[in-house]
């Protein structure tokens, strides 16, 4: 039988690597696209211990390309 998941999780160190806001959007975009529901983990592997997530859709990536770091270092939950 085939496996099949509807939600996924990001996770990310949570400092600073060019390109990872533009990662963190197409993985949220392709999820909305494929009906996946994406939750991001916020401040790493702190978060992802505290329980520190969120859902994430398609407005909250807008106009993230161009912001340094990764959204998710900071995010609020």
Avoid: Q, W
Wanted: aromatic fraction near 6%.
């Amino acid at each position: 039988m085939k496996k099949v998941f509807n939600k996924i999780a990001l996770l990310t160190s949570g400092g600073d690597a060019p390109g990872m806001n533009a990662i963190i959007r197409s993985v949220v975009r392709t999820c909305v696209f494929h009906k996946i529901i994406p939750f991001g983990i916020s401040k790493g592997y702190d978060g992802l211990i505290k329980g520190k997530m969120s859902e994430m859709n398609a407005r909250s990536v807008k106009g993230i390309i161009n912001k340094g770091g990764t959204i998710l270092k900071n995010r609020k939950i």
